[in-house]
């Protein structure tokens, strides 16, 4: 260790730039030269997407980037979502390893019979990412897609699709009633399997092959996610969209009381 310690300060924070945001806090307990080190700006402004200080700029409730330091710019990215893509998506980092997350709106999603208003309704919620979410009043035919250029993902990471929504009181006619989640590369088949919408397991019979990964989960933010699929980015040599389908299997009942926020994408075990 005492060799490592000899090297100056610069060289140290250009090897723990080669490392994981995780790593460069662990490392900043090793010593006070270590701690210097992990915290300068050469190492996080490896952890910071190139293009974030450009879309901070563009935000307006983004900080003062040149009052502040890379490794608080990243912690600002980590926990405060941008709007990009004309609102379209709301983006941040995750934490531990500084891969990209984000989540459509459901003004981008294809959500069937959404401009129908005795069917779907838009309104605002201050807990919400988007100006603007999605309620359901009543639908017999249950059908919510998406797309995301897989350009805008990290590199070699798995990703795990979600969809982010709440249970009013009103909710009803998601009981048993299940619905068919497609993940995967716009024109190929795509990772299909059977989740459940409903909160609520009581009262539920699962179907063949169900487990409790199935159903949907709280969060911390108070939402509900059910998890749609996974998808593998390889790197810059791949190129098309990221498709995701919520499909109602059995059609006929009607539905209400779904408030859809979006679809999330990010790292998994993020």
Known sequence: MSGILSLPEGCIANVISFT???DACRLAYVSTTFKSAADSDVVWDRFLPSDYLSAISDS???????????????????????????????????????????????KELRIIWVDTPQYWKWISLPEARFPAVALLRAVCWFEIGGKINISL????????????????????????????????????????????????????????GDNHGLFPKTRGDGWLESELGEFFYGGTDEEGEL???????????????????GIEIRPKNG
């Open 60 to 106: 307006a409730s983004s900080p003062t980037s040149s009052l502040l330091s890379k490794k608080d710019l990243y912690l600002h990215a980590c926990h405060n979502p941008l709007l990009i893509n004309e609102g379209r998506l709301s983006f941040w980092l995750d934490k531990l390893s500084g891969k990209r997350c984000y989540m459509i709106s459901p």
């Open 243 to 261: 498709s995701m389908t919520i499909l109602e299997i059995r059609r006929g009942n009607w539905k209400r009381g779904l408030v859809v926020q």
């Open 153 to 208: 993902m990290s590199p070699v990471t798995t990703y795990v699709a979600y969809l982010v929504f709440k249970s009013t009181r009103y909710f009803d006619g998601f009981v048993n009633n299940r619905v068919e989640a497609t993940v995967g590369l716009v024109g190929s088949n795509g990772q299909k399997r059977t989740v459940y919408l409903h909160p609520n397991q009581q009262g539920i019979v699962p179907g063949d």
């Open 20 to 22: 994981t945001p995780r």
